[in-house]
């Protein structure tokens, strides 16, 4: 379980804390439960029998005896317990005891099971009273119980070594514990008050580590890097809006503005743009290259894929039509003696915009002098694995002004921790003329009709999506490309073309069966997620999402960003009999709204932060103890704090932060990329 030291087991927190109770007879349970009063309490019994119940909910009714009488054990939307348990079994369960219509009963109790021939009659009947009971995130075949004595073991031992990285005043001035008394509470609290210490403190911890690592990197930006300052003349100013070939709306002048104003300081712009899919931020990257090309200098633009560089590529060069730019794609697949001839060209600063991705341009270009780097992350979030781009004359302080576009916007209050060092400008509103999406979600049985609706759709000339979850023919019984492809061939869609789309394709077979879709010679494409990203077919109007609850509500969201792209209105139909809660809440978030903005609220309320911001796609360590947004508060504090003392201290270079440092770089330093800091 990546356990190996004791500093391992020290840091390996509890998930939760079970209380043990007094074992009691069931009568003793009955009669506690009757009087109304009834606490936590641990029973054991035998099975008598197990039932599944009836009602809207899943429910498997287990009737659970011993010498003294009978209560009923009720497992709420647990069904696979009705496999597990059986009648003649013997189990320890606990929770809460109540009265139900005449009969005592424990709803969705915690329970093991133990021998056949274990005895039922509690031994003593005093009224100890409970005990806190630390449960560890466990594996079979190591279980809580064996890592609880394993940290019981070193505990004492191991928190006598500890040393406090926080100044006593400073933990007096917050009521926090020492550090190793924190420890001690957590691991083996006697009270429930010591877990919320306990938690306090490190949660605490964590945050003020993750917030002076980003204001530190901020400081370090601010004071230490310089970016040409590429002012912005009402002359250069023309000469954009002469390349944009509608009005702009509000929003996007508003942005454009916002990073207009910051590519004119020599402090490197650290800039996240965020606009809904379809919003408008082509233009507003190319507005801030342009910038940069008005005074001789170099940007690049830097796509998650081949597939949408090549995109933005065909995209820019049109609107760059007879412009005097030289603007250059360069992907993997150019290679050879083009690939040197552009390589030398942008090294000599003869190509002004540069369209890659992340990989090409970072490992083997090198700019003359790179001025604006975009990133299109669409709905990643590795903002913080920030290009970093080659200049050929760069002394170490040089550093290109960056801008990040994502499709997926953070939430308010999410966007102070791993975003605390960018600036935001956010385009919410969409251009005009947009046809609107309509969504519905509907069962198999829908799905006769859904096809009917795409036959419809390319009978009038329009164009369709079927979006499936996987390739080939899983165990999971979900709906597959190659089987659905012929289903639909065979049936539905006989008298549509249909071509498969997926990532085992390499880019040219890929690219050359877009360019069918986009000419109109094949009107469905049956793919997988592959299509969420850029792909833009105005003439797309159904999208029929199979299995829809087994896709992220961001993917969903931005899947369906891909029809009602022209002038005609989209559908969406998600086709879906949600197994989870969590399934049926993303179909009723896409139902409910299409606002992206919305839409990532509801991401985070259902998935939580953790996921959302996982530790893959921004390579920040995920937190051990802090939860957002539950731990905004102490974030707030945390954030203020950090800003407070990184002013006092900007490397936190003075003896008394020797050890707040040394842990702040060994927790952030490398994924922050703290090293340049000193
Ligand atoms: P995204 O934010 O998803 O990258 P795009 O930049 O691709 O959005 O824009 C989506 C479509 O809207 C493009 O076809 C673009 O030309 C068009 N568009 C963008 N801004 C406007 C505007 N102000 N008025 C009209 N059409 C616009
Ligand atoms: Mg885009």
Same mark, same amino acid.
């Given at each position: 379980?990546?356990?190996r030291?004791?500093a391992?087991?020290?840091? %390996?927190?509890?998930?939760?804390y079970?209380?043990?109770?007094?074992?009691?007879?069931l009568?003793?349970?009955?009669?506690?439960?009757?009087?109304?009063a009834?606490?936590?309490?641990?029973?054991?019994?035998?099975?008598?029998?197990?039932q599944?119940?009836?009602?809207?909910?899943?429910?498997v009714?287990?009737?659970l005896?011993?010498?003294?009488?009978?209560?009923?054990?009720?497992f709420?939307?647990?069904? !696979?317990?009705?496999?597990?348990?059986?009648?003649?079994?013997?189990?320890?369960?606990?929770g809460?005891?109540?009265?139900?219509?005449?009969?005592?009963?424990?709803?969705?109790?915690?329970?093991?099971?133990?021998?056949?021939?274990?005895?039922?009659?509690?031994?003593?009947?005093?009224?100890?009273?409970?005990?806190?009971?630390?449960?560890?995130?466990?594996?079979?075949?190591?279980?809580?119980?064996?890592?609880?004595d394993?940290?019981?073991?070193?505990?004492?031992e191991?928190?006598?070594l500890?040393?406090d %990285?926080?100044?006593?005043?400073?933990r007096?001035?917050?009521?926090?514990?020492?550090?190793?008394?924190?420890?001690r509470?957590?691991?083996?609290?006697?009270?429930?008050?010591?877990?919320?210490a306990?938690?306090?403190?490190?949660?605490?911890?964590?945050?003020?580590?993750?917030?002076?690592?980003?204001?530190?990197?901020?400081?370090?930006?601010?004071?230490?890097?310089?970016?040409p300052?590429?002012?912005?003349?009402?002359?250069?100013?023309?000469?954009?809006?002469?390349?944009?070939?509608?009005?702009?709306?509000?929003?996007?002048?508003?942005?454009?503005?916002?990073?207009?104003?910051?590519?004119?300081?020599?402090?490197?712009?650290?800039?996240?743009?965020?606009?809904?899919v379809?919003?408008?931020?082509?233009v507003?990257?190319?507005a801030?290259?342009?910038?940069?090309?008005?005074?001789?200098?170099?940007?690049?633009?830097?796509?998650p894929?081949?597939?949408?560089?090549?995109? %933005?590529?065909?995209?820019?060069?049109? +609107?760059?039509?007879?412009?005097?730019?030289?603007?250059?794609?360069?992907?993997?697949?150019?290679?050879?003696?083009a690939?040197?001839?552009?390589?030398?060209a942008?090294a000599?600063?003869?190509?002004?915009? *540069?369209?890659?991705?992340?990989?090409?341009?970072?490992?083997?270009?090198?700019?003359?002098?790179?001025a604006?780097?975009?990133?299109?992350?669409?709905h990643?979030?590795?903002?913080h694995?920030?290009?970093?781009?080659?200049?050929?004359a760069?002394?170490?302080?040089?550093?290109?002004?960056?801008?990040?576009?994502?499709?997926?916007?953070?939430?308010?209050?999410?966007?102070?921790?791993?975003?605390?060092?960018?600036?935001?400008?956010?385009?919410?509103e969409m251009?005009?003329?947009?046809?609107?999406?309509?969504?519905?979600?509907?069962?198999?049985?829908?799905?006769a009709?859904?096809?009917?609706?795409?036959?419809?759709?390319?009978?009038?000339?329009?164009r369709?999506?079927?979006? *499936?979850?996987?390739?080939?023919?899983?165990?999971?019984?979900?709906?597959?490309?190659?089987?659905?492809l012929?289903?639909?061939?065979?049936?539905?869609?006989?008298h549509?073309?249909?071509?498969?789309?997926h990532?085992?394709?390499?880019?040219?077979?890929?690219?050359?069966?877009?360019d069918?879709f986009?000419?109109?010679?094949?009107?469905?494409?049956?793919?997988?997620t592959?299509?969420?990203?850029?792909?833009?077919?105005p003439?797309?109007?159904?999208?029929?999402?199979?299995?829809?609850?087994?896709?992220?509500?961001?993917?969903?969201?931005q899947?369906?960003?891909?029809v009602?792209?022209?002038?005609?209105p989209? %559908?969406?139909?998600?086709?879906?009999e949600?197994?989870?809660?969590?399934?049926?809440?993303?179909?009723?978030?896409?139902?409910?709204?299409?606002?992206?903005?919305?839409?990532?609220?509801?991401?985070?309320?259902?998935?939580g932060?953790?996921?959302?911001?996982?530790?893959?796609?921004?390579?920040?360590?995920?937190?051990?103890?802090?939860?957002?947004?539950?731990?905004?508060?102490?974030?707030?504090?945390?954030?203020?704090?950090?800003?407070?003392?990184?002013?006092q201290?900007?490397?936190?270079t003075?003896?008394?932060?020797?050890?707040?440092?040394?842990?702040?770089?060994?927790?952030h330093g490398r !994924? +922050?990329?703290?090293?340049?800091?000193?």
């Amino acid at each position: 379980m990546g356990l190996r030291c004791v500093a391992d087991l020290l840091l %390996h927190a509890p998930s939760r804390y079970r209380r043990t109770h007094p074992w009691q007879s069931l009568s003793r349970v009955a009669a506690a439960a009757a009087k109304g009063a009834a606490e936590g309490m641990e029973v054991r019994g035998e099975i008598a029998s197990v039932q599944r119940g009836f009602g809207r909910t899943p429910k498997v009714e287990v009737v659970l005896e011993d010498d003294s009488g009978d209560i009923d054990l009720v497992f709420f939307n647990q069904p !696979w317990v009705q496999r597990k348990l059986h009648p003649g079994m013997r189990i320890i369960a606990t929770g809460k005891p109540r009265t139900y219509r005449d009969r005592v009963q424990i709803a969705n109790p915690e329970w093991r099971r133990i021998d056949d021939d274990a005895p039922l009659q509690p031994p003593v009947l005093d009224e100890q009273s409970a005990s806190i009971c630390p449960v560890y995130p466990a594996s079979e075949e190591v279980p809580s119980d064996h890592i609880a004595d394993l940290i019981d073991s070193i505990l004492d031992e191991a928190v006598a070594l500890l040393e406090d %990285h926080l100044p006593a005043s400073f933990r007096a001035s917050h009521g926090f514990p020492e550090l190793a008394t924190a420890y001690r509470y957590l691991h083996r609290p006697d009270l429930d008050e010591h877990i919320d210490a306990a938690r306090r403190r490190l949660a605490f911890d964590e945050l003020l580590l993750l917030q002076l690592g980003v204001m530190m990197k901020r400081f370090h930006r601010r004071t230490h890097l310089h970016a040409p300052a590429l002012d912005r003349s009402s002359e250069v100013q023309a000469r954009i809006a002469a390349r944009i070939p509608f009005a702009p709306t509000a929003a996007q002048t508003r942005v454009i503005d916002e990073i207009g104003a910051d590519l004119a300081e020599n402090v490197p712009m650290n800039r996240l743009l965020q606009g809904d899919v379809g919003s408008g931020k082509t233009v507003v990257a190319l507005a801030a290259m342009l910038q940069a090309v008005a005074h001789g200098r170099q940007a690049a633009l830097i796509a998650p894929t081949e597939l949408l560089a090549e995109q %933005h590529a065909r995209t820019l060069g049109s +609107l760059l039509t007879d412009a005097s730019v030289r603007l250059e794609l360069l992907t993997g697949s150019i290679s050879g003696a083009a690939r040197r001839s552009l390589l030398d060209a942008v090294a000599a600063g003869d190509v002004d915009i *540069v369209v890659g991705t992340h990989a090409v341009l970072t490992q083997d270009v090198t700019f003359q002098e790179l001025a604006v780097a975009v990133t299109d992350e669409q709905h990643r979030f590795g903002v913080h694995q920030r290009a970093s781009l080659r200049s050929k004359a760069a002394d170490d302080s040089r550093c290109p002004h960056q801008l990040v576009m994502t499709a997926t916007p953070i939430p308010r209050t999410l966007s102070l921790t791993i975003f605390g060092d960018l600036d935001i400008s956010i385009i919410d509103e969409m251009p005009p003329g947009r046809a609107p999406i309509s969504t519905i979600a509907v069962g198999r049985s829908g799905a006769a009709a859904a096809y009917e609706g795409i036959a419809t759709a390319v009978r009038r000339g329009e164009r369709a999506y079927v979006v *499936v979850p996987v390739i080939e023919e899983s165990t999971a019984g979900l709906t597959d490309l190659e089987s659905h492809l012929e289903t639909l061939a065979d049936g539905p869609l006989r008298h549509c073309r249909l071509a498969a789309m997926h990532g085992r394709l390499d880019v040219a077979a890929r690219e050359a069966i877009m360019d069918q879709f986009r000419r109109g010679d094949v009107d469905v494409l049956v793919a997988t997620t592959v299509i969420e990203v850029g792909v833009d077919v105005p003439e797309a109007t159904v999208m029929v999402i199979e299995d829809a609850d087994r896709f992220g509500l961001a993917q969903l969201h931005q899947l369906r960003g891909r029809v009602g792209r022209g002038e005609r209105p989209g %559908h969406c139909v998600l086709i879906a009999e949600p197994t989870t809660d969590e399934g049926s809440r993303r179909i009723a978030a896409m139902v409910e709204t299409t606002d992206g903005f919305r839409i990532a609220e509801r991401d985070l309320e259902i998935r939580g932060p953790g996921e959302l911001f996982g530790s893959r796609q921004s390579g920040m360590p995920p937190f051990r103890i802090a939860a957002l947004p539950g731990d905004l508060e102490l974030l707030a504090l945390a954030r203020r704090d950090a800003i407070a003392w990184i002013e006092q201290d900007p490397l936190l270079t003075l003896p008394e932060h020797a050890l707040l440092r040394r842990r702040l770089l060994k927790a952030h330093g490398r !994924w +922050l990329g703290l090293g340049d800091v000193g």
